[in-house]
């Protein structure tokens, strides 16, 4: 019984678990959401950029040292995230 309620938990773990691509769409996502309402309100945006410089800087590194492979795959990953296929339609 242990071992099948071990298993069940390891797999909702790893089910909620979400990828660091698809955490940089969505920090983009949010990011450029943040920006437009920003701006549609006439606020400035400096403090927005500031919030999300680290995050940003992890993720334009994150393909650093990776061969053309892991890139493409990188890339995949990419183009499977919801918040991906939602930029620039927003």
Known sequence: MFQKTA???GLLFLASC??????CADQWLE???ALKAAEAKGQPIDKLLK???A???KCENMDANKTAAEKEQMLEELR???SYKKIGKE
């Open 7 to 9: 298993l069940f938990s």
């Open 18 to 23: 979400q990828s660091e691509v698809c955490e």
């Open 31 to 33: 990011m450029t959401n």
């Open 51 to 53: 919030k999300y410089e």
């Open 55 to 57: 995050p940003l800087k």
């Open 80 to 82: 499977a995230c919801d």
